[in-house]
């Protein structure tokens, strides 16, 4: 019996010496393997005579079991430890930094997400979005809108023109977005209500005007809008775009050659600091002008003004955007410095809608 | 249009203030733009009392004064070097504390050569009241010590200018201004004197309106000379209110047309009758004729331009601008009075063509009181007289004065049914009254007919809108706008739909949006694909903007190179705009675009610790294509790729993507090195654009349903092959040749390797795909898999004439 606890305590001195899962190995099959001690000895046990192999049998049982038990247990150990060592040497800095993702770094530009701050709140309210060609004909552009040949308010318009043709007409670039009303209401038929985004171009140029600059024209034509009805869409628009509980708003009246009566319309703002504020203070801002769509461009479009009536509005896109937030100057709107889009523009995922608010 | 508000209350008897009356002008649609006061940088002078005079101890030219300044002090020292201080002189102090404007200086206590002084007798100069400065400010000896001086001298006198709009050529005179005031219940209009002054001898000076069978652009004329008055400068209150309003007096009968411009809205013209020699022809004018105007300037007419000729030549621009041969002088004694009634579409084009604006053209193009053309030439007659004496002739008049009177048909409803706003007839008819127009008839209709003045009231709309501009717009009761149906319907068109979607999947890639000028040069439009002379306009303002674009990259590709000028080489930017091929509306279409620059690929510029971005290339421009066709709802996988894009591109480094060979949906490529010398700029640049309106439309559906998933059980099996090819063979050809071998068995085909080099001929390239084969009834057998097999390398042998490599 000596023997065998001699025998027991030199494996697991090996076993708790063994310092890598290949050494284990080696010492199980040493102990064992086919010819390994522990094994050999199991040999004897068939020529024993039964007393002997009694104590024996059971002995070397248990040592079996302890010693299987303790290669098992220092496997693990081992393992583990192996497993520490290849963690601790493929550690990485965690602090270095990343690519920015495209989607991080894209923007879009003010002007196209202050359209579609525009469809989401006019969509609401039932109003379609129409557009037509910058390249315009003098008829749509002018005529058609009551701005009689030679008259001064023409001249409120400084108008790229084309060539003349040999046919003697001569095309210009829109000077509003004015001319789709007219596309509009020679096209479908009432009610219409739409808005009206796009290019727009007149012939100056300093800080507050470009060459090209963005409008948004409104359109209700039916039977029975008056301007309490367009006082009562202005008021939701700018509470809604400018994202403000009230705002005041003031009508004047004005003049345009297309409608009748016209009115200019000024918001409630507070100018004392660095910023504008909307819905507080006692300043006015101009921001649009407006009014009954006038009885000749009504006829002019082929319908009868005693018995369709409607109005329209128009405002700056450019401005309405510097005015929310806080761009300085027109003119960098066209420059297209990144570092500007940067820091003004959106990200593609930043949708304006009602349910989610127009901005973040 | 500027006027103070001392002159307007000579028209409007009114107790209303400033404030009051400035925030009416603006409610009726005269919006004031402006309100200044001249006494306001002058508040602070005061008259003072100069009691003692003496000399300076240490300096010759200064003297040491003792003034009273008017509030009970002690009175104060002042060191004044003026040669007309002196004891007694009553004049315009200024104390310590105080700005003075013609100086620019605050004013503190100062020592003059070791004498302290408490402020300073002030010049007209140091005010800024004139160039006056040989002396200090000299009143008469009763002006009231310690009043302000600005009040003394009636300087406080706030002018208003407003913004008028082209509809309101009656508010182009003070009186008019008032009239409307009046009208909105602010006070009283005076009324304006009639006289008619009788002539004492015939006026010895005629005038024709001579246009034979042309339209005539004078409607009347008449004229009346004055003689043996002595003209010079005039009254004080006449230049005072002219100065006010920007205007520099001239002669009192210069001085009287002005006046009446802005006083009545009636523009006059005088002539020295001494300079005028026999009579006066009212005609077009002659190519090669020209004339000097008052304003020193010659001006070439023709048969468009009226002019006012006697026998020696052109002596006025009818309407617009006096001559300088006839103008008026000190020296004048003789004058003749014109007042007359132009054409407005000929006095707008003459002013347009000859680049002349003045105060009568901006009248007489509006269209200016016809009723008042001879009541304004008896009011000037009398103004003359007043000022200057001298004798009337007989008023001669040439033409006649049209009755222009409009009569309207008015609903009383019209005004609810525009406005919204419940006004009784009642209302309504004192409203329109008191603007001067005149109504008849009982009932819900009346007729109502304008004043002369009043060239703008076509119709009931414009009487709705007086109604309402008097009494008030903000009267009109905010209406919600009835809702069609409940819930907001589905608005946008699919190709608004397709610019959003392009724009966002644009930006969600890195690139920045950009809005670019809708023109180019004329060497950038060439250069892409335009230029046609339709599409260039006849007023650029100035030549890097003047011709519409034929594309968006050479807007795109400037803006990158003013990044890299900036230090910012790397740069992503698109555009979703609008493109001219012709000038109808059918040649604009919609592009969405982009360039990359630098090494502004898809993860990102510049180097980086994980590895440095490569320079940007052809496949990033190919990749942001698809991309957005795919995001934009092409149909991708019939997209066919084919090497003809255009000439800006390189042509070895650039495709286009078709449904078939006519309809190309998008061109990509690097920038040709060409491109960029001819727009002086640098690479690597790639670019793409996509033809948003070249997309099908997408299909209506009948339902929204994906339909089901169709999916197999059994496992895919992949086969690797490689060709070698001739090197100029597509990629593409192999693709398609391998992919259409089976197409029941084989789901997808990948390119996963492209090798030039050692083991394959010079000429050759080998390409090696992974084919992957799904089953979809039973699991597939050997020999069914080398079946397969053998029929992808004889498709792809067929199609690209390359072999299996071995």
């Known amino acids: ?128 979005i129409a557009e037509g060609p910058d390249v315009e004909t003098d008829e749509l552009n002018f005529t058609a809108l009551n701005f009689p040949e030679g008259h001064p308010a023409r001249d409120m318009h400084d108008t790229f023109f084309f060539n003349e043709k040999d046919n003697g007409e001569r095309l210009l670039l829109r000077t509003h977005t004015s001319p789709v009303q007219i596309r509009t209401m020679r096209t479908q038929e009432p009610p219409i209500r739409v808005i009206i985004p796009g290019r727009t171009y007149r012939c100056d140029s300093d800080q507050t005007h470009t060459p090209m600059f963005h409008q948004v024209e409104g359109l209700v034509i039916d039977k029975g809008s008056h301007l309490g009805h367009l006082k009562w869409i202005l008021e939701e628009f700018c509470k809604t775009f400018f994202e403000v509980d009230d705002i005041k708003m003031r009508f004047r009246p ?94 593609p995922l930043d949708m304006p809608t009602l349910a989610g608010g127009l901005s973040s | 249009m500027k006027f103070t508000l001392s002159w307007l209350k000579e028209h409007l008897d009114t107790n209303a203030g400033l404030d009051e009356i400035v925030e009416r002008l603006t409610m009726i649609g005269l919006e004031v733009e402006e309100v200044t006061n001249p006494a306001d940088r002058l508040k602070p002078f005061t008259i003072a009392k100069v009691l003692e005079a003496t000399q300076h101890p240490n300096a010759d030219r200064l003297r040491v004064l003792k003034v009273d300044a008017g509030d009970g002090g002690e009175p104060l020292q002042i060191v004044c070097g003026a040669p ?115 002539g004492d001898f015939p006026c010895p000076t005629d005038v024709k309106l001579d246009f034979g069978d042309t339209k005539p652009l004078c ?190 048909d008015f609903p009383y409803s019209e005004v609810k049914r525009l406005t919204g706003l419940d006004v009784s007839h009642a209302e309504i008819n004192v409203t329109l009254k008191a603007l001067g127009f005149w109504i008849s008839g009982t009932g819900d209709t009346v007729k109502v007919a304008a004043p002369s003045w009043r060239p703008d009231i076509e119709g009931k709309a414009d009487l709705a809108e007086e109604v309402v501009r008097i009494v008030g717009l903000d009267k009109v009761p905010s209406t919600p706008l009835p809702r069609i149906g409940s819930v907001a319907a589905k608005v946008l068109t699919p190709g608004q739909i397709r610019r959003n979607r392009a724009r966002r999947a644009l930006a969600a890639r890195g690139l920045n949006e950009a809005v670019t000028w809708s023109f180019v040069t004329k060497a950038e439009a060439e250069a892409f694909g335009g230029g046609a002379p339709e599409l260039a306009l006849a007023n650029p303002i100035s030549p890097e903007l003047s011709d519409m674009r034929p594309s968006l990259l050479p807007g795109l590709l400037t803006a990158a190179q003013r990044n890299a000028d900036r230090g910012y080489p790397d740069v992503a930017l698109f555009e979703v705009g609008q493109v001219f091929a012709d000038d109808t509306p059918e040649g604009q279409s919609m592009v969405a675009a982009g360039v990359r620059r630098g090494t502004a690929v898809l993860d990102g510029a510049g180097r980086h610790w994980s590895g440095a971005s490569p320079a940007v290339g052809v496949f990033d421009a190919k990749a942001d294509a698809t991309a957005v066709l795919a995001a934009i709802g092409a149909p991708v996988d019939k997209l066919q790729v084919y090497t003809d894009a255009p000439d800006y591109f390189h042509p070895g480094r650039s495709g286009a993507l078709k449904l078939g060979p006519k309809n190309t949906l998008a061109v990509f490529g690097e920038i040709h090195p060409r491109m960029l010398g001819l727009l002086d700029i640098e690479g690597p640049l790639v670019g793409f654009e996509i033809y948003l309106d070249n997309l099908p439309q997408p299909k209506a559906k009948a339902t929204r349903s994906k339909g089901a998933l169709d999916v197999s059980d059994l496992m895919p099996v992949r086969r690797d092959f490689a060709f070698v090819v001739d090197k100029s063979t597509p990629a593409e050809t192999l693709l398609k040749a391998a992919r259409g071998a089976e197409k029941a068995l084989i789901a997808d085909v990948t390119l996963f390797d492209v090798y030039e080099g050692k083991g394959i001929a010079e000429d050759q390239k080998s390409l090696a795909i992974d084919v992957t084969l799904q089953p979809t009834q039973k699991t597939l057998t050997d020999e069914e898999i080398d079946a397969v097999a053998k029929k992808i390398i004889a498709a792809v042998e067929k199609a690209t004439g390359g072999t299996l490599r071995g």
């Not at chain 1, 769509?293 to 309405?320: K, S, T």
């Open chain 1, 1 to 128: 019996m000596s023997d065998l606890n001699t025998l027991e305590s030199e494996i697991l001195a090996a076993i708790d010496a063994a310092s890598t899962e290949a050494g284990l190995e080696d010492i199980r099959v040493a102990a064992l393997g086919k010819k390994g001690s522990i094994s050999e000895q199991m040999k004897t046990l068939g020529k024993m005579s039964p007393e002997e192999r009694k104590t024996m049998g059971p002995a070397l049982n248990g040592l079996k079991d302890r010693v299987t038990d303790a290669i098992a247990a220092r496997k693990t150990v081992l393992a583990e430890a192996a497993l520490e060592a290849r963690l601790a040497s493929e550690r990485v800095d965690v602090t270095l930094p990343l690519r920015p993702s495209p989607v991080e770094s894209g923007r879009i530009h003010p002007v196209s997400q202050v359209i579609d701050e525009l469809s989401a709140i006019f969509a609401d309210m039932g109003f379609a």
């Open chain 2, 219 to 408: 409607k009347a004329f008449g004229l009346r000379m004055v003689k043996g008055l002595k003209n010079g400068p005039s009254p004080k209150w006449m230049q005072e209110r002219l100065i006010a309003i920007g205007l520099r007096p001239i002669n009192t009968l210069v001085d009287i047309t002005n006046y009446m411009t802005f006083d009545q809205g009636r523009p006059l013209h005088v002539f020295d009758a001494a300079k005028v020699t026999g009579d006066l022809a009212v005609r077009r004018g002659v190519k090669g004729e020209s004339i000097e105007g008052l304003n020193g300037k010659t001006y070439e007419v023709d048969d468009t331009v009226c002019v006012i000729a006697d026998d020696n030549g052109l002596e006025s621009l009818g309407g617009i601008l006096g001559g300088e041969v006839s103008g008026c002088t000190d020296d004048t004694t003789d004058v003749l009075i014109e007042s007359a009634l132009w054409d407005e579409d000929g006095i707008a084009a003459t002013g347009r063509k000859l680049g002349v604006n003045t105060d009568a053209r901006y009248r007489f193009e509006r269209g200016v009181d016809p009723d008042y053309m001879l009541p304004g030439l008896e009011m000037a007659t009398k103004l003359v007289m007043d000022l200057c004496g001298g004798e009337p002739s007989e008023v001669v008049v040439a033409g006649k004065v049209p009755d222009d009177t409009h009569i309207v």
């Open chain 1, 254 to 347: 004005s003049f345009f050659p297309f409608t009748e009566p016209s009115m200019e319309v000024d918001i409630q703002c507070d100018r004392s600091g660095a910023e504008v504020k909307f819905g507080e203070g006692d300043d006015w801002m101009e921001i649009l002008g407006c009014g009954m769509v006038h009885p000749n461009v009504i006829r002019n479009c082929g319908l009868d003004p005693d018995e369709y009536q409607g109005f329209a509005w128009g405002m700056g896109i450019d401005r309405l955007a510097m005015l929310k937030y806080g761009m300085p100057d027109l003119r960098a709107f066209f420059d297209a410095d990144v570092r500007w889009i940067q820091h003004y523009g959106f990200r």
């Open chain 2, 84 to 198: 007309n201080a002196r004891a007694g002189l009553v004049g315009v102090l200024a104390r310590p504390g105080d700005y003075v404007p013609g100086i620019d200086v605050t004013l503190s206590v100062g020592k003059i050569r070791d004498v302290e002084s408490f402020g300073m007798m002030c010049s007209e100069r140091e005010l800024e009241l004139s160039d006056e400065h040989t002396g200090i400010i000299d009143l008469p000896e009763d002006a009231p010590v310690g009043v302000s001086y600005a009040q003394y001298a009636g300087l406080d006198d706030p002018v208003i200018e407003i913004g008028l709009t082209p509809n309101r050529p009656d508010c182009t005179g003070v009186y008019g201004i008032a009239r409307d005031l009046a009208a909105a219940g602010l006070g009283t209009l005076k009324e304006r004197a009639h006289d008619q002054i009788r």
